[in-house]
C-alpha cells in the first residue's frame, strides 16, 4: 500500500472526533492497552511529559518540545487535531514522521489492530509511541487528545504531568461543571510523579490536591512565573519580561506567539521546565532559547499567526469561550481603520457564549469548513444578527472567502480568520496549494 492508501483507509474506516464529534470517541484505556500490547508496548520505553487542559496545551508542548532540542535531546512530539498534514501529529526535533514510517508501520500491525477496531485516536497513538520507540527519543511531550482519565495517551508514567486549564467544553462526555471535568484531567495524575497547575481554579484546585495527595504526587503551580509583556516593534511576536517571584529569568525576551493567551502558557511551560530540571546551572538561558526559538523548532502553526501586514492578517485556532476571552480583547485593541473577521464554528460547539465575546466593530463574513461537523452558515448568521454583529454570509470555502474579504480591505485594515481548528486548517491549505506558505 501507498501512504495516501492508507491515509484514505483510515481517514474512512476510523473516523476522527475532529472531524465528526463524539460519535468517534470510545472511552476507555482498553483498546489502547491492547493495541499496545501488539506493538511491544513501546510506552514503557519512554521517557514522556503529558500535558492536558482545555486551551493551551498545544503551545505548552511545543514549548517544552523547543526546550529539550535546545538541550540537544531528541525530542519526540504528539498533537492533535492536525491542520494541513496527518504527520504533523507525529514529529521528532520539529520533523513529521516519514511517510516511509507509516507504511511501514500498518503494514506490520494493521492486521491485528482490525480485529479490535480502533478509533483513529487510538491507532494514532500507538503509532506514535511505536516510532518515538523505535527512534530512541530521550523524551516525549504527549499531549492529551481528550479529558485525561480515559484517554488514549494515558497509559504513559510520564516524568511530569501538566494540566494547563480548564473551561466548559466538551460537558457531554467530561461533565457539565469544572469541577467534573478537572476529575477527568486529574486523571493523568500518577504516583509520585509530579503534576504542575497551569492556572489555579477556585473550582479546580481543590480536586487537583486531592487527587496529588491520593497519589502522593508533588504538585506545583506557576502562580509565581510572570510573563509580562512590553511594547514589540512588530505584530509578528512579543517583548515580555518572565520572572519567578523576585527572580529575573529573562528580559526582552522575543516570544514569536503573539496572542494575549501565550502569557500564560508560558508561564506554564516555565514551572513545568524547573519541576523537571530542577539542577540545571543553564535552566534560565534555555527557557528564553526556548521561547525565542519556538517556531524555528516546532515549527507550530495557527497560534495568532501572522500571515500578511498589509493588510495585517491573522488566523488563529481559539475555539471556545476560554480561547475568545482572549482573542475578543486583543482584536479590540488592535489598531486599524476597519477590522474584517471571517468566521466559522462547529455545530456541537457553545456558539452563545462565544458570540457574546466578539467585538461590535468588526464586519462579519461566515463561512462553512469542509468538515461534516461545520455549522451552517445561515443559522450562525443569524445568532450573530440577533447580537446586534454586522454579519454577511459566504457561498464559497474559507480561502476563497478570505481572498474576496482581502481584496476588500485596505492596507490599514486587519483580517482576522478563526472560530474552529478547521477555518485556520482550510485557509492554510488555500495557501500550501498556491504555494504562498
Known sequence: MTYSDIINEIFTALPMYHKVGSSAYKEGLENIEALATIVGNPERKLRCIHVAGTNGKGSVTHLLSSFYQEMGKKVGLYTSPHLIDFRERIKINGEMIPEEAVVRFFEKFQPEFQKLEPSFFEMTTALAFYYFAEEKVDIAIIEVGLGGRLDATNIITPIASVITNISLEHTQLLGDTLAKIAFEKAGIIKPNVPVVIGREQPETMPVYRQRAEELSAPLHTAGNITVRPEVSESPRYRRV?????????????????AGDCQMENVGTFVRTAQVCNPDRPDLNRLIVRAVEHVLDNTHLMGRWQVIDEKPLTICDTGHNSGGF???????ERLECRRLHVVIGFVSDKDVDSIIRLL??????????ASVDRAMDPQLLADKMLAAGLSVRVSDGGVFETYGKVRDEAGPEDAIYIGGSTFVVADLLAGFVKNGNL
Do not use: H, M
Open 325 to 331: 476571552a482572549y482573542i475578543a480583547a486583543q482584536l
Open 241 to 257: 519580561t518572565i520572572t519567578d517571584g523576585s527572580d529575573v529569568i529573562g528580559e526582552g525576551i522575543r516570544l514569536p506567539l
Open 359 to 368: 467585538p461590535k466593530r468588526a464586519d462579519y463574513t461566515v463561512v462553512r
